[in-house]
C-alpha cells in the first residue's frame, strides 16, 4: 500500500515578533528539538484525521483544523482525488497554540505527505503558498514568517513581501525554551497589537520601529558572534513586547526567573498572551541550570539547543 510522508520541524522567533507584521524584520531559527511526522494512506471506507486535536472521519473535522482541511481538499482536488478517502495520522510533538510553528509545520508536514502520496514534485513556492493558506484561514493576518521558516528549515532575516535572508548563526551559547504550558492566541495578540497602535498611533508605531531597530542590531550581534550584546537585545525586546500588551504574567516571571539564574538574555517567543518564552545562556552548565529553575517555577517544558 503507497504511504505518503512528510516532516517538519518547529520554529523560534530569536527578535522581531508582532513587528514583523508592520513590515519591520524577524529573526527565526529552526527548533529541531520538535518536529512533526505526517502520514497518509488510502482509506477503505470513509477516512480518518488522526492528530492532537481530533481523531475521527474526515468530513466531521472541527472548525480549528479549518486551515489544514481546506489545504487537504485543495491539493486533493488538483490530483483528482476525493479527499474523504484518505487517512491522515499527523504525529506532532511541537506543543500546540505555544508560539513554536505548530500550525504552520503541521501544515508543512502534511502538503509534503499529500505530494509524496501523490508522487507528484513539490516547489518550494508550491508549499509555501499551501502553508499561506492554512496560516490565513487560522491567524487572520500573520506576516508570513512561519510558513516560511517552517518550509524552508534554515535561519531566516525575514522581511514581509521582501526575499528572505539564510543567515549562520553560531553565536557559541544555548538556547532554552520554557513552555508556560498556557495556549497563546497568535491570531487574539495580534489583533491586540493592531488595536493598541489604533489607539495611540504615535506610540505603538515608535514602539514598533524600536522592535525593527533591535533586530536588526541583532542580525549584527550575531555575525559579530556577540552572544552578551545579542542577550541584551532580548531583554530590551520583551520590555517592549510588555508595553504593546503581549506578554502575561507567567511569560514575565519565566524571563524573570531566567535573568535571576544567570541568563544572558530573555524573552518571550513568538505571539505571546501564554505560550513559551527563550532564554541564553553562555555554556551548557548553565542552560541546564536555568531550565531547572523556569521548571522550578511552573515551566510545564523546557528545550535546550546549543546556537
Ligand atoms: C507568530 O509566530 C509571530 C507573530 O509576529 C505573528 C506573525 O508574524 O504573523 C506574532
Known amino acids: 500500500m503507497k504511504i505518503g510522508r512528510g516532516n517538519a520541524i518547529g520554529k523560534i522567533i530569536l527578535l522581531g515578533e508582532h513587528s514583523v507584521v508592520y513590515g519591520e524584520p524577524a529573526l527565526a531559527i529552526p527548533f529541531p528539538s520538535t518536529n512533526v511526522e505526517t502520514s497518509i494512506f488510502k482509506s477503505n471506507g470513509l477516512g480518518v484525521l488522526n492528530c492532537i486535536y481530533y481523531m475521527g472521519e474526515l468530513v466531521e473535522t472541527p472548525d480549528i483544523l479549518l486551515g489544514l482541511t481546506e489545504v487537504i481538499k485543495g491539493i486533493t482536488e488538483k490530483f483528482k482525488e476525493d479527499y474523504k478517502k484518505l487517512n491522515i495520522d499527523i504525529k ?7 508560539g513554536m510553528g505548530s ?9 509534503r505527505g499529500l505530494y509524496d502520496y501523490f508522487d507528484e514534485a513539490l516547489s518550494d513556492d508550491e508549499l509555501l503558498k499551501w502553508v499561506n493558506i492554512s496560516e ?5 493576518n500573520p506576516s508570513g514568517i ?13 522581511i514581509r513581501n521582501q526575499p528572505f535572508k539564510p543567515f549562520e548563526i553560531s553565536i557559541g551559547g544555548y538556547l532554552i525554551v520554557g513552555d508556560t504550558g498556557v495556549k497563546g492566541k497568535t491570531k487574539e495578540a495580534v489583533e491586540a497589537v493592531a488595536k493598541f497602535i489604533e489607539k495611540t498611533p504615535e506610540e ?3 514602539l514598533i520601529k524600536e522592535l525593527g531597530l533591535i533586530t536588526r542590531t541583532g542580525m549584527e550581534k550575531i555575525k559579530e558572534k556577540n552572544i552578551n550584546d545579542f542577550g541584551q537585545l532580548m531583554f530590551k525586546a520583551h520590555q517592549i513586547l510588555i508595553e504593546i500588551g503581549v506578554s502575561d504574567s507567567n511569560l514575565n516571571t519565566l524571563v524573570d526567573t531566567a535573568v ?3 541568563a544572558l538574555g530573555a524573552k518571550l517567543t513568538g505571539g505571546g498572551r501564554g505560550g513559551c518564552m527563550i532564554a541564553l545562556a553562555d555554556n551548557k552548565e548553565e542552560a541546564y541550570s536555568i531550565s531547572e529553575a523556569l521548571i522550578r517555577k511552573g515551566a510545564k517544558n523546557t528545550w535546550i539547543s546549543e546556537i
Do not use: F, K
Request: no cysteine; aromatic share 2%; net charge neutral.
Open 92 to 98: 506532532s510533538t511541537i506543543p500546540p497554540e505555544r
Open 146 to 158: 512561519d510558513a516560511m521558516i517552517t518550509s524552508r528549515g534554515e535561519p531566516l532575516l525575514y
Open 103 to 111: 500550525s504552520a509545520a503541521v501544515a508543512v508536514a502534511t502538503i
Open 136 to 140: 490565513r484561514i487560522i491567524h487572520g
Open 204 to 206: 505603538g508605531r515608535s
Open 260 to 262: 535571576e539564574n544567570g
